[in-house]
């Protein structure tokens, strides 16, 4: 009987060995794994970080650019108008020109008849 104390004391005790054992690689495992997990949240805080910095950058840049379109927008307004204004002023001015030329037509056609009368009346004279 003392013997198998003596066997189960035994067994025990290497029970306690292989569970400290155990225990320890278990602890030395979660201390690996802990530092892995603070390494790998270090290493997710700085990428939010770059995505925060990035996302801000982005909206920074698109803001600009929809500020650069509105301005260009109004840009173009400004030019379609002044080209509708310049179109404006040239049939205003074609027009001008138009009537001049006729008034010039009409103007040459009256010295025509007026030098066609006198060259009449010269050649009466003259008879």
């Given at each position: 009987?003392?013997?198998?104390?003596?066997?189960?004391?035994?067994?025990?005790?290497?029970?306690?060995?292989?569970?400290?054992?155990?225990?320890?690689?278990?602890?030395?495992?979660?201390?690996?794994?802990?530092?892995?997990?603070?390494?790998?949240?270090?290493?997710?805080?700085?990428t939010e970080k770059q995505l925060r910095e990035t996302?801000?950058?982005?909206?920074?840049?698109?803001?600009?650019?929809?500020?650069?379109?509105?301005?260009?927008?109004?840009?173009?307004?400004?030019?379609?108008?002044?080209?509708?204004?310049?179109?404006?002023?040239?049939?205003?001015?074609?027009?001008?020109?138009?009537?001049?030329?006729?008034?010039?037509?009409?103007?040459?056609?009256?010295?025509?008849?007026?030098?066609?009368?006198?060259?009449?009346?010269?050649?009466?004279?003259?008879?």
């Amino acid at each position: 009987m003392q013997e198998r104390e003596e066997a189960l004391q035994g067994d025990m005790e290497k029970l306690r060995l292989q569970h400290g054992e155990a225990t320890g690689s278990l602890n030395a495992e979660v201390r690996r794994l802990s530092s892995s997990l603070a390494h790998a949240e270090a290493q997710l805080e700085g990428t939010e970080k770059q995505l925060r910095e990035t996302r801000a950058s982005m909206d920074e840049r698109l803001a600009a650019a929809a500020r650069e379109e509105e301005a260009l927008k109004q840009q173009i307004e400004e030019l379609k108008r002044l080209t509708e204004e310049l179109t404006e002023k040239g049939r205003d001015k074609s027009e001008a020109i138009f009537a001049r030329d006729q008034q010039i037509a009409e103007l040459s056609a009256q010295l025509a008849s007026m030098r066609n009368s006198l060259s009449n009346a010269e050649q009466q004279r003259s008879r």
